[in-house]
């Protein structure tokens, strides 16, 4: 789950809203990694298959917790997914659906992976602000200065024609730029999750932007 498109969002944004319970099956196994790994919260588990690298096609169980820090937990060095902690759901996964008779999941290579849900939601609200919505903002902060407001992966950019500006001027418009855009971002807000972490609002000029990136977005987004 990486973005608001994958039908696993899809499907544990129901499970948030109390629309989606988990099966029984899936109850049980949410249960037992809370108690086997205490300090996290099971939000959904999803079953999908997927292919591999290798062009395989393999089961795949995805375990969602609501908060980036739970999904940490499950993770060593450099963000990948602990072997320990995939093994051992792995293997309570397939004594529960052997507990329950459930012989229509496939678990053969199957593949644990950890997820988190409010990352996610996060940027689907921010996805859900409108070019229209920015350029009201911009027109609201009524500063020469700012050459453009930008969405971007965490919020939102404002720029500066020069770097003589950027220096001078954004300490004095941080608060009120990210005041305004709190106020837009909350109209997607579904789950109050901007309330506990505002969006990013990030600062930066039209100078730097054609002098290092000459100009072009594609390069500036995967600076």
């Known amino acids: 789950?990486?973005?608001?498109?994958?039908?696993?969002?899809?499907?544990?944004?129901?499970?948030?809203?109390?629309?989606?319970?988990?099966?029984?099956?899936f109850k049980e196994l949410a249960d037992w990694i809370a108690g086997a790994y205490p300090g996290v919260a099971v939000l959904n588990i999803y079953y999908d298959k997927v292919a591999s690298t290798a062009k395989l096609v393999l089961p795949r169980l995805d375990v969602?917790?609501?908060?980036?820090?739970?999904?940490?937990?499950?993770?060593?060095?450099y963000g990948n997914f602990d072997p320990l902690k995939q093994a051992a759901i792995a293997t309570k996964f397939k004594e529960l659906l052997k507990h329950h008779r459930e012989q229509s999941l496939d678990t053969n290579?199957?593949?644990?992976?950890?997820?988190?849900?409010?990352?996610?939601?996060?940027?689907?609200?921010?996805?859900?602000?409108?070019?229209?919505?920015?350029?009201?903002?911009?027109?609201?902060?009524?500063?020469?200065?700012?050459?453009?407001?930008?969405?971007?992966?965490?919020?939102?950019?404002v720029f500066f024609y020069t770097d003589a500006q950027l220096k001078s001027l954004q300490g004095a418009l941080k608060a009120e730029c990210s005041d305004a855009y709190a106020e837009i971002i909350s109209m997607y807000d579904e789950?109050?999750?901007?309330?506990?972490?505002?969006?990013?609002?990030?600062?930066?000029?039209?100078?730097?932007?054609?002098?290092?990136?000459?100009?072009?977005?594609?390069?500036?987004?995967?600076?």
């Open 1 to 25: 789950m990486v973005d608001p498109s994958d039908p696993d969002y899809a499907e544990t944004k129901l499970v948030k809203h109390g629309e989606r319970v988990l099966t029984p099956l």
């Open 64 to 77: 969602i917790f609501e908060w980036e820090d739970e999904k940490k937990l499950f993770c060593v060095d």
């Open 109 to 157: 290579r199957l593949l644990v992976v950890f997820s988190a849900f409010e990352p996610v939601a996060r940027l689907e609200a921010i996805w859900r602000v409108q070019p229209d919505q920015l350029a009201q903002l911009q027109s609201k902060m009524n500063n020469p200065a700012i050459w453009q407001i930008r969405g971007d992966f965490g919020g939102i950019g």
């Open 191 to 223: 789950f109050g999750y901007f309330q506990r972490k505002p969006a990013q609002v990030t600062f930066d000029s039209k100078e730097n932007f054609d002098k290092n990136y000459h100009g072009n977005w594609f390069y500036y987004d995967r600076r």
